[in-house]
């Protein structure tokens, strides 16, 4: 039995497939609780189980697991509509349960993230969390305790999960957006409102650094970005598409920006988030022979070879492998804890 708080979170610029790996994790290692940190409902994530698909922008992607009990910490913003309607298509009412501290998404917050500097320079996903933030800086946002469509889902978040750990139990810790569009470690202005590396994501969900045992850092076989911003190596759509990497935005239907997996990158997020175990995500995408695969050793050579390189590139073992899009296409690798 596994036990102890695992963080996982984005390596690049979110969209590199966390909501694949944490529903993995949450099936085959029965966590007691999932958290989510981050910003807000301006992360998509999208999961596929048992042949149906699910689109997430508030709920942790652990809810695959009906034993799972979901939360929200403190730092993330709640837009209640979306929060409600994804607790009502799930129907995990009873098991959901948000900070009462969490801030709320107002429809004013929504209406200025579309217009001017944050839809024209920044490129936004428009979904109101930059404003919600900034009120709530300036001490004048409402809060979920104050809301009353979110009265019965009040939890103090940070307890129930300390809790959980003095109980030795197995914690997810569920990231968005990716640790290169972070407030203060990414290209300003072209970030998002928050930081969210993994000591973000800690912050936000009420954890002091000693209380974690792993950072899995998910990244894409190649790199996309959504909005504005350095995306070095881009290629233009054409090329995009003919190696069949075109991708659109969960959250605002836009085409995604794509470029080759850029290793300088890479190992930057690793030491931002101080990686312990790397996902990687979409290898069939690069070698479809790898398709479906669920065992290393039955890899084309060519794609073993990828991942042996990450590795050694990164100095971080890659312990799990998306080989395509239900959430259990993962070759899970043992860890060599002599080797790391
Ligand atoms: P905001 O977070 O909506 O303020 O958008 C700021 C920047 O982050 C824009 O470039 C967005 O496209 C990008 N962004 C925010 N959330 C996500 C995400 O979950 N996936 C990919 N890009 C995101
Ligand atoms: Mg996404």
Redesign the pocket.
């Known amino acids: 039995m596994e036990s102890g708080c695992w963080v996982i979170v984005g390596g690049a610029?979110?969209?590199e497939g966390k909501g694949k790996i944490i529903s993995y994790l949450a099936l085959k290692k029965d966590p007691s609780l999932a958290v989510r940190g981050g910003?807000g409902p301006?992360?998509?994530h999208t999961l596929v189980h048992n042949g149906a698909t699910l689109k997430l922008r508030m709920l942790p992607c652990a809810v695959v697991n009906e034993k799972t009990q979901l939360l929200l910490g403190a730092g993330v913003l709640v837009d209640p509509e979306v929060f409600l309607k994804e607790i009502e298509v799930t129907n995990s009412r009873s098991r959901t349960r948000l900070d009462r501290n969490c801030a709320v998404i107002e429809k004013k917050h929504i209406q200025l993230?579309q217009e001017g500097h944050?839809k024209d320079v920044?490129?936004?996903?428009?979904?109101g969390?930059?404003p919600a933030n900034s009120d709530r800086v300036l001490r004048v946002g409402k809060l979920a305790r104050d809301d009353e469509r979110l009265q019965d889902y009040l939890d103090n978040v940070s307890f129930t999960i300390n809790s959980a750990l003095d109980r030795h139990e197995l914690v997810l810790v569920e990231g968005?957006?990716?640790a290169l569009?972070s407030l203060f470690h990414g290209d300003y202005p072209?970030?998002?409102?928050k930081d969210v590396s993994a000591s973000g994501i800690c912050s936000d969900i009420g954890i002091g650094p000693k209380r974690v045992n792993e950072v899995l850092v998910v990244f894409k076989s190649y790199t996309t970005?959504?909005?504005?911003?350095p995306l070095e190596g881009e290629l233009t759509p054409d090329e995009t598409k003919k190696r069949g990497w075109q991708e659109y935005?969960s959250?605002?239907g836009r085409l995604r920006r794509a470029a080759p997996f850029n290793y300088n990158l890479a190992r930057a997020s690793v030491t931002l988030n101080s990686a312990t175990q790397i996902g990687l995500t979409k290898l069939d995408s690069i070698y479809p022979e790898a398709s479906g695969e669920r065992d290393f050793d039955r890899l084309p050579s060519k794609a073993k070879e990828f991942v042996l390189e990450m590795e050694a590139e990164l100095s971080t073992p890659v312990v799990y492998i998306g080989t395509g899009p239900d959430a259990e296409d993962i070759i899970e690798r043992k860890v060599d804890s002599r080797k790391w």
């Open positions: 610029f979110g969209d910003v301006n992360a998509g993230d944050l920044v490129g936004t996903t428009g979904t969390t930059g968005t957006q990716g569009l072209y970030v998002t409102s970005r959504v909005g504005s911003g935005g959250v605002t």
